[in-house]
């Protein structure tokens, strides 16, 4: 009897795990940019303060929706502007992975040269758009406390798991 229920209560956790895989990825992200600039932590620290995560980018579509956002926004300049995406690799040198989701970074748009870790300091991706440097919504590894910037937070991702109430 006690190794049926296991059984049974075994089999109901991979089928809520199946749903919440197949429905999660399928959520409609909605972003923010919050009215303060800030170095790669605080950014973090703030996206999760208001319910949020920092920016991921999973796909060419997730690329050009954030891209879309941004520049609806009054932060986006014609001229010059960078924004602090959600990954880093100060886990593992070289291994870049999203803060939020601990997914690997899968899906990439570097500059071009890019990451170069700069004397060994730079762990956190930004977006940026420098026309003049020929970088169009391209990704650069930049020192994580030094830069403050400006940042993207994103919806957390909806399951199919109601809170108690």
Known sequence: MLQAKHTLTLKAILILLLIVQHVSPNYVKKYQIPNIRANWFKAVEFCHSIGMLLATVDSRADSESLISFIKSTDKFNEQACAFWLGGS??????????????????????????PNNTNGTEDCIQLVYIPRFEQRWTWNDNACKRGYMYFVCESLPQNCIQEFK
């Open 89 to 114: 690799d100060l886990s593992e040198e070289g291994t870049f992975s999203w803060q939020g989701t601990g997914k690997l970074v899968t899906y990439t748009n570097w500059s071009p040269g890019e």
